[in-house]
């Protein structure tokens, strides 16, 4: 018989039993869980007749999400090993499910691929959130911590808005369904601008509802810009997928409905301090020319500049006194006088000569009068029955009567002869 040390015969056992269970799951409740400041987890997995220890080293531990407590059912993925010092074999742990996980994982992973075949989670249908919400909703729970810390938000930095709260149960049976009914009874309302839909972290159990395809079809029929605020940073739900926008957390949402305002707020801010800034620069300078001026020579004596005027209403003085109306008045009659007696010869001469041509036009008149020319020993020849003047001889026939018009009087007589020529 071969006599062994204790090391030969544990590093023996260690490389018999280490390689035979490279890899294998584990399934168990955790007892014993202690985490060192190191960051590793230190945990022994028991069922009803036996434990085992194990350790979760922390480069592993950041996929869990949440940390393990007493009495989780777990499934520890790993491998096997003997830790020497102790000479007792342990659980290397490279990643631990909580139990019942591994399935919510498979229904998640599957509605996921099934909405988004439907395009549900399509960029372009998303809608931009209002730049100045004048109403703000909100479904979650109303004791939670979410709510406070999006009336925190806003309270510090959006004086004056409007929240409506639609309270919820944000987990556990009947969850899904009342945070679907909420979002539905708002775009009923019509009332808000915006919605905020979410909770707090917690595990994947927790969040659950915000899985579910009834939450979902409800955002994604929603006519209300929707945030989603569900859990941490690093938990992500279909609800963010759906949902037009995803916030990090609660109080980020609250932030990103608030964003616009507080980007015109700023600029406001900044374009005051450019126009104070303007003014005063602009103030100064005024102020150097200003001073300058009053530097000039021309303002030394108020003569300088007031002399021309000065001299210039004395002149308009001296052209008044000779403009007033009684002085005008004699100047005019002066010039007058003389015109009298030759405007009135004129006139005279113009009367006399209009007389004349007057007289002339008389005589002349009166010499082409008929009767004048009757007088010289013309006559008149007139038709009998009508009493016009016959013009021609060719008007006249044999025996036709006809009066003649003379200077002392008439005469009828008959045609009988008509000659041309």
């Known amino acids: 018989m071969k006599i062994l040390t204790v090391a030969e015969l544990t590093f023996a056992i260690k490389n018999l039993l280490e390689p035979q269970f490279r890899s294998l799951a584990v399934k168990g409740e955790i007892s014993n869980c202690k985490l060192?400041?190191?960051g590793h987890l230190y945990f022994t997995l028991k069922d009803s007749t036996a434990q085992l220890s194990a350790v979760l080293f922390r480069g592993n531990s950041t996929g869990l999400t949440r940390q393990p407590k007493e009495g989780d059912q777990v499934i520890a993925t790993g491998e096997l090993s003997l830790y020497p010092p102790r000479g007792q074999y342990q659980m290397i742990v490279r990643e631990?499910?909580?139990?019942?996980?591994?399935?919510?994982?498979l229904r998640f992973q599957k509605l996921k691929e099934l909405l988004q075949s439907r395009g549900w989670f399509a960029a372009e249908r998303k809608r931009a959130i209002p730049r100045l919400p004048r109403r703000i909703g909100v479904v979650t729970?109303?004791?939670?911590?979410?709510?406070?810390?999006?009336?925190?938000?806003?309270?510090?930095?959006?004086?004056?808005?409007?929240?409506?709260?639609?309270?919820?149960k944000v987990q556990g049976e009947g969850a899904a369904e009342e945070?679907?009914?909420?979002?539905?009874?708002?775009?009923?309302?019509?009332?808000?601008?915006v919605l905020i839909v979410g909770r707090?972290?917690?595990?994947?159990?927790?969040?659950?509802?915000?899985?579910?395809?009834k939450v979902a079809a409800a955002i994604f029929g929603s006519k209300i810009p929707i945030i989603s605020a569900v859990g941490h940073e690093t938990d992500v739900t279909i609800a963010d997928w759906v949902a037009d926008v995803?916030?990090?957390?609660?109080?980020?949402?609250?932030?990103?409905?608030?964003?616009?305002?507080?980007?015109?707020?700023?600029?406001?801010?900044?374009?005051?301090?450019?126009?104070?800034?303007?003014?005063?620069?602009?103030r100064e300078r005024e102020q150097s020319r200003l001073s300058a001026i009053r530097r000039h020579p021309l303002f030394s004596s108020p003569y300088t500049l007031l002399f021309q005027p000065i001299q210039q209403l004395d002149h308009f003085r001296?052209?008044?006194?000779?403009?007033?109306?009684?002085?005008?008045?004699?100047?005019?009659?002066?010039?007058?006088?003389?015109?009298?007696?030759?405007?009135?010869?004129?006139?005279?001469?113009?009367?006399?000569?209009?007389?004349?041509?007057?007289?002339?036009?008389?005589?002349?008149?009166?010499?082409?009068?008929?009767h004048n020319l009757l007088r010289k020993g013309y006559a008149i020849p007139f038709f009998e029955n009508t009493r016009s003047i016959i013009l021609s001889v060719n008007d006249l026939k044999v025996s036709q009567p006809f009066t003649l018009e003379l200077c002392d009087g008439r005469v009828t007589a008959t045609v009988t002869d008509v000659k041309n020529g």
Do not use: C, Y
Request: proline share 4%; net charge positive; charged share 25%.
């Open 318 to 370: 001296s052209s008044f006194e000779r403009l007033k109306p009684m002085n005008r008045l004699a100047e005019w009659k002066k010039k007058l006088s003389p015109l009298g007696d030759q405007t009135f010869l004129i006139v005279k001469q113009q009367i006399q000569q209009k007389r004349e041509k007057l007289r002339w036009i008389q005589e002349h008149l009166t010499s082409l009068h008929p």
């Open 179 to 193: 945070i679907a009914q909420g979002i539905e009874e708002f775009n009923a309302w019509g009332g808000v601008d």
């Open 36 to 38: 060192q400041s190191s």
């Open 200 to 213: 707090g972290g917690g595990s994947i159990e927790d969040l659950w509802a915000f899985n579910e395809e």
């Open 246 to 282: 995803r916030a990090p957390t609660p109080s980020a949402a609250a932030e990103m409905v608030i964003a616009e305002k507080t980007q015109l707020l700023k600029q406001v801010f900044i374009t005051g301090q450019q126009v104070r800034a303007r003014t005063a620069e602009k």
């Open 141 to 168: 729970s109303p004791t939670g911590a979410v709510i406070q810390d999006i009336i925190q938000v806003l309270g510090r930095r959006f004086a004056g808005f409007q929240l409506v709260l639609r309270p919820v």
């Open 96 to 105: 631990l499910q909580f139990a019942g996980v591994g399935e919510l994982l």
